[in-house]
């Protein structure tokens, strides 16, 4: 059957999705919403908001759409999968429920704990009181964090107990995330790389995708701000095929399972950030998604099908799946606007992006794009642009992503030249 897909959201990643779904020769159709001006340029969008999930739901009941595969984490969270099912809508994507491994990190900590999945030492607290006599206790550095969602923002890595306290009383007391920040879980601090590794999920069955290191801080050499990701790349030097099925088995599996146990059947994608310690890989973090910018790098190495293995994840036949991967490896570089992670200007117009259409191994996924009134692409938003490459090594995708990156231009554009430049001297799997 000849199915017709929507993608919930207008970023990078969806970009991405939109782009590999469409390669599907089981794919009819691709729709986004709202998408940006790069989906819009090859895929019909509807103009509705990600977090209107009934809108959403009747435009893909009227519009037969076949699958919805949300991007963002907020619908998710708020249930597009269990609302869509309700109306016979299906969705790859997990439950409400399912999604708390994301929306309350006090629930993904407990649930690992439970399991014995390794992750830094912890506490949960409700009382601000109390959490500070807990940090007063254990001392720095130290790791706050707000345990709802708080959009990249709610995690402070505290090295002295001025910023611990200033940390409990923003998230506790002034209330800087709202009600995420009500309760908080206090982390032990762990050095290490960080990794992230998805998995496409269905009950307590999982794939892995090829493993993926984003670059989170605004400027080079790791200073700055933290952003949503100046950029990506993968496969990771220090993760070959065997430790990636170690933590499929000991770490993804072992999640999936005990939701599965009470209750909770997981399907999706399932994406653990860790670090990888001395004593071997920790969870930071579970997200219940694709992770952007690691998707815009992981899915131009897929080569098997994306949408066959979507489609196999939400009608129960994942474990009759193998996945098929390109050799070498993908660097993706994102372009800002001025001022991003902070307050930034729009509506910048963007040249070059024409000459890059004819690059072999380039793909450029928009993210805050949008038409201006003489239907030029301009700006629109902090993240604008992720420039992406293959290559045979991490090198040499990192100098033809680059190479794109030369071609564009946009007033105040910022992007970080160190993308990849810990591994690329290093041999992939
Ligand atoms: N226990 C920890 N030890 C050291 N660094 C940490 C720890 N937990 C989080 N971090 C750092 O903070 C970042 C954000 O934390 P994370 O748990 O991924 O939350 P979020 O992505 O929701 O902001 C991580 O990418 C990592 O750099
Ligand atoms: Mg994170």
């Avoid at 293959?390 to 554009?413: H, I, K, M, N, Q």
Wanted: net charge neutral.
């Amino acid at each position: 059957m000849q199915m017709r897909i929507l993608v919930v959201g207008g970023g990078g990643r969806e970009h991405a999705l939109c782009w590999a779904l469409a390669r599907s020769p089981r794919v009819s159709r691709v729709y986004c919403a709202p998408g940006n001006a790069g989906i819009r340029a090859s895929f019909e969008c509807a103009g509705i908001s990600p977090d209107d999930i009934d809108g959403l739901a009747e435009w893909a009941k009227r519009e037969m759409i076949d699958l919805t595969v949300p991007g963002p984490e907020a619908p998710l969270i708020s249930g597009i999968a269990d609302r869509f099912a309700e109306r016979g809508l299906k969705v790859f994507g997990p439950s409400g429920k399912a999604a708390m491994i994301e929306g309350s990190k006090s629930f993904a900590k407990e649930l690992m704990a439970k399991v014995g999945v390794p992750t830094p030492r912890f506490e949960v607290f409700d009382d601000p009181v109390r959490a500070r006599r807990h940090v007063s206790a254990v001392g720095c550095p130290v790791v706050i964090k707000a345990d709802g969602l708080a959009a990249g923002k709610g995690v402070s890595v505290c090295f002295t107990p001025g910023e611990a306290m200033k940390a409990i009383e923003d998230a506790m007391e002034r209330r800087v995330f709202g009600a995420a920040g009500s309760r908080i879980v206090v982390e032990e601090f762990v050095r290490g790389e960080e990794a992230t590794l998805m998995a496409v999920a269905d009950g307590d069955f999982a794939i892995p995708l090829q493993p993926a290191r984003d670059h989170k801080r605004a400027f080079d050499g790791d200073v700055g701000p933290n952003t949503g990701g100046m950029g990506a790349y993968s496969p990771i030097p220090s993760l070959d095929r065997e430790a990636v099925r170690d933590i499929c088995r000991t770490i993804v599996r072992p999640v999936l399972a005990e939701l599965l146990r009470r209750g909770t059947r997981y399907t999706g994608v399932i994406y653990a950030g860790l670090m990888l310690t001395d004593r071997g890989p920790v969870v930071l973090e579970f997200n219940a998604r694709f992770g952007d910018p690691e998707t815009q790098v992981v899915l131009p190495l897929l080569k098997t099908d994306l949408a066959g293995i979507v489609i196999a994840a939400v009608e129960g036949e994942l474990p009759r799946c193998s996945v098929e991967w390109a050799d070498g490896a993908s660097v993706c570089v994102v372009m800002a606007s001025a001022g991003y992670p902070g307050p930034c200007e729009k509506g910048k117009p963007i040249t070059g992006l024409e000459l890059l259409g004819g690059l072999p191994r380039v793909h450029v996924f928009h993210a805050g794009t949008a038409e201006g009134p003489r239907g030029e692409t301009v700006t629109s938003g902090g993240r604008v642009l992720g420039v992406t490459a293959t290559g045979e090594t991490l090198a040499e995708a990192r100098d033809r992503a680059y190479d794109a990156v030369s071609f564009v231009r946009f007033e105040g554009a910022h992007y970080r030249r160190d993308i990849a430049s810990d591994a690329a001297g290093r041999p992939v799997h």
